[in-house]
């Protein structure tokens, strides 16, 4: 006896298979979100087929509902909403296969230490946050400075940035999941703007937690040090005096960055290698020429225009292979830049780090438009009437449109990023609602990048 089976589907996010969904529970989550904002707000949903799909049917239908859930995403209230991201935890926790219990979490602290917070399988980040919050004693008003990253740990210490945490998932599961024990979930600072140390060193928890922080970059390299400031940092270390330690290390070269492991670039010539770094509202680059020569430069974030992260596949004889494993997919980060007043230049970097990447430019701009705008991270985790927690209208969480797919579908050669990742949305404080917003073909303006002058030049 034959049985019609419905087609499944891979959500992936940031480069991650996230959950497994059916047609059917998709349909149930537009009808929900159309229940609770309106057929204007919520995109038009694939519809129906009373036959059987041919294979090219069944394609189309994985592009329109790919679309559907970029939109989703991208959109200020719905991608924000406790509808979209509970549907999305809840199928991540049921295709993992993992029950709700309780159980005991470790997450890693800058200076190696472990906190063990004992959680459901079911909490959300922001849940588990806030129980590492309330192990460590940090003040509620001071929660919001911080965030919980995945990690991969390397040989001699050395770790790798994968992401950041994200509403719509749940930290056991994302980690558990990995079956590999490289992985580590790691609590760190969320902001780049260094004036904001002063509100963390208010208390005495957050101190420790951002001097954990600086010792443990300074020890990696990430921050540069010569000989007489390191013999002064050494000095305020022996005497415990973290602030003036804290205060040394905010002058000094990439304080407050994040280093990523060595990459490709096509800039200033194709097949560069680099290092890059985010911090300071800028991507900073390293790079060896082709004499081996080191270039430094620098490529701030309000002068990109947009950008965008695409992924491709190998291929062999023509088409590409039909199940790719992940070190085979290859992300790339691109960025049009204002490199004098009136050249624009795109500019590539080839890392299995881009969307990592990409989430620190999405963050920085939102943390300039915040700022811009009056506001204040403090407030960027606020509760609402009904107990959930859900970032600020002025501080939306960064998030990288899922990438949706069948398992069984064949793929073209290269994956664009209109059919697979999208642009990355740059709408800090947008509320429009209109059609072009909520197209997965559009590139996405920089808010910050209109405020540019030929001072800034």
């Given at each position: 006896m034959l049985s019609f089976v419905p087609q499944a589907y891979n959500i992936h996010v940031n480069g991650v298979l996230h959950c497994r969904v059916r047609y059917s529970q998709l349909l149930g989550l537009h009808e929900q979100l159309?229940?609770?904002?309106?057929?204007?707000?919520?995109?038009?949903?694939?519809?129906?087929?009373?036959?059987?799909?041919?294979?090219?049917?069944?394609?189309?239908?994985?592009?329109?509902?790919?679309?559907?859930?970029?939109?989703?995403?991208?959109?200020?209230?719905?991608?924000?909403?406790?509808?979209?991201?509970?549907?999305?935890?809840?199928?991540?926790?049921?295709?993992?296969?993992?029950?709700?219990?309780?159980?005991q979490l470790e997450v890693h602290l800058s200076n190696g230490q472990k906190v063990k917070v004992h959680i459901l399988t079911s909490d959300q980040t922001e849940d588990v946050l806030e129980a590492v919050a309330s192990k460590l004693d940090l003040p509620d008003d001071s929660v919001g400075y911080f965030s919980l990253f995945?990690?991969?740990?390397?040989?001699?210490?050395?770790?790798?940035?994968?992401?950041?945490?994200?509403?719509?998932?749940?930290?056991?599961?994302s980690i558990t999941s990995l079956r590999n024990s490289d992985y580590q979930i790691v609590l760190r600072k969320s902001y780049w703007d260094s004036a904001y140390d002063s509100d963390v060193m208010e208390n005495r928890v957050g101190l420790n937690l951002l001097f954990a922080q600086t010792v443990s970059d300074i020890e990696r390299g990430w921050i540069l040090v010569n000989k007489e400031q390191h013999r002064q940092l050494k000095s305020l270390q022996e005497k415990a005096s973290k602030k003036e330690f804290i205060r040394l290390a905010q002058t000094l070269k990439y304080y407050g960055y994040l280093?990523?492991?060595?990459?490709?670039?096509?800039?200033?010539?194709?097949?560069?290698?680099?290092?890059?770094?985010?911090?300071?509202?800028?991507?900073?680059?390293q790079v060896k020429l082709a004499n081996d020569q080191i270039k430094e430069g620098s490529f701030k974030v309000t002068r990109m225009r947009c950008w965008r992260v695409t992924s491709s596949v190998p291929m062999t004889n023509g088409t590409a292979t039909s199940s790719p494993g992940k070190s085979e997919i290859k992300l790339e980060l691109a960025f049009e830049y204002l490199i004098s007043k009136d050249r624009l230049q795109w500019i590539t970097i080839t890392s299995p780090q881009a969307i990592m990447m990409s989430i620190c430019l999405q963050s920085m701009v939102d943390?300039?438009?915040?700022?811009?705008?009056?506001?204040?991270?403090?407030?960027?985790?606020?509760?609402?009437?009904?107990?959930?927690l859900r970032r600020s209208d002025s501080q939306q969480a960064v998030k990288s449109p899922p990438l949706l797919d069948s398992p069984d579908s064949s793929r073209?050669?290269?994956?664009?990023?209109?059919?697979?990742?999208?642009?990355?949305?740059?709408?800090?404080?947008?509320?429009?609602?209109?059609?072009?917003d909520l197209s997965a073909n559009d590139f996405h303006g920089n808010y910050a990048f209109e405020g540019i002058g030929d001072d800034d030049l």
């Open positions: 159309r229940k609770e904002y309106g057929n204007n707000v919520v995109p038009a949903f694939p519809p129906k087929k009373i036959f059987t799909l041919t294979a090219s049917e069944v394609e189309q239908r994985r592009e329109q509902l790919e679309k559907y859930m970029q939109a989703v995403r991208q959109h200020p209230l719905l991608g924000a909403s406790e509808t979209f991201n509970s549907f999305l935890r809840k199928a991540q926790q049921e295709t993992q296969q993992i029950p709700t219990e309780e159980v995945l990690i991969r740990d390397g040989k001699d210490g050395v770790f790798s940035f994968v992401r950041k945490l994200q509403e719509f998932e749940l930290p056991y599961v280093k990523f492991d060595p990459c490709i670039t096509d800039f200033p010539e194709k097949g560069c290698h680099v290092i890059v770094s985010a911090g300071n509202n800028e991507l900073n680059f943390e300039l438009m915040v700022k811009k705008s009056g506001g204040s991270i403090k407030k960027m985790l606020k509760k609402r009437a009904n107990g959930s073209e050669p290269v994956v664009k990023l209109s059919s697979k990742l999208s642009s990355v949305s740059l709408r800090a404080i947008s509320n429009s609602n209109s059609a072009n």
